[in-house]
């Protein structure tokens, strides 16, 4: 019998449990999936401790890699064998998962499963960040915030390769070095990063923040911006921006902010092939390094939630079934 993570009630890691369950059965134009790898993100440990309401019990999980095993009624364009990845299915913490076919991603030749289950919902976020929500030109200088985690690692490549100049900042040493070798052209701690940031642009400011910390970082964010520049803050990994004055944007220099999110990102077929394409297709030349930082058995789940909330880990954190 297949196995999963399966969740009763909310609470902290520990509610984690592995469980014998039923095999998931393919519905209508789905796929079922032989999971290789599933990836850990920041958002499960918000539906596991009841932060974001979930129904219960339930398995967490979006994102992951593998093999189709069998095809639902009316899904076209797959057939069983082939590889693929996914950052919108269900209950990925299993030994296997379904998915629409519309949303699954082919992974080419040339990327393993461990790869290409690290880079789906990472990647595509740092792809829709930097081409739709703020399109990042050569003379743009960037600041974003947590360099080493696995949206940093992609977004300093990824705006390396478009010649933006980019600053970003870390907590640890360790983590310094992983965001110069992936060719980040400053990188600053969070203590006073805004003041850091204006005397690196000669007082006037960055284009563009990227902010996936929230709560922590919003007003240096605003302040390190320049007269008409934008705060995108796209996660909150430590805590919710609170409501603010949307005066502060005149006092600041007519400053825009956005809050977006992945889905609205990938509202057609074309859009998720587009911006999955592009991504594998890097991967698959050598132009794109996607960092797995850890790798738990999927029994781990736990001590999985336990390190990522501790920003113990870097790169993309990984279940392997």
Sequence with gaps: MPS????????????????????????PGQLLVRVA????????????????????????????AGTVEEIGEGAAGFAPGDRIAFAEGRA?????????????????????LETAAALPLQGMTAHYLINSTFQVQPDHTVLL????????LLLIQLLKSRGARVITTVSTPEKEDLARRSGADEVLRYDG?????????????????????????????????????????YGAASGAVPPFDVQRLNSGGSLFVTRPTLAHYLLTPEERRWR???????VAAGHLDVRIGARY????????????????????????P
């Design 145 to 152: 915030h947590a360099g080493a985690g696995g949206v940093g």
């Design 193 to 233: 990063f805004a003041e850091a940031a204006r005397t690196l642009t000669d007082g006037t400011g960055v284009d563009v923040v990227f902010d996936g910390v929230g709560r922590s970082t919003f007003e240096e964010s605003l302040r390190s911006l320049r007269i008409r520049g934008t705060l995108v803050v």
């Design 4 to 27: 999963a993570i399966v969740v009763t009630e909310p609470g902290g890691p520990d509610v984690l449990t592995l469980q014998t369950v039923d095999r998931p059965v393919p519905g």
């Design 276 to 282: 999955s394409e592009e991504l594998f297709g890097a």
């Design 92 to 112: 990925t913490y299993a030994d296997f998962a379904v998915v629409d076919a519309d949303k699954a991603l082919p992974v080419p030749a040339g990327v393993d």
């Design 297 to 320: 058995p999927l029994a781990d789940a736990a001590r999985a939630h336990e390190d990522l909330q501790a920003r113990r880990t870097t790169g993309k954190v990984l279940l392997i």
């Design 37 to 64: 790898a599933a990836g850990v993100n920041f958002i499960e440990t918000y539906q596991r401790s009841g932060a974001y309401a979930v129904e219960l019990p339930f398995t967490p999980g979006a994102e992951a």
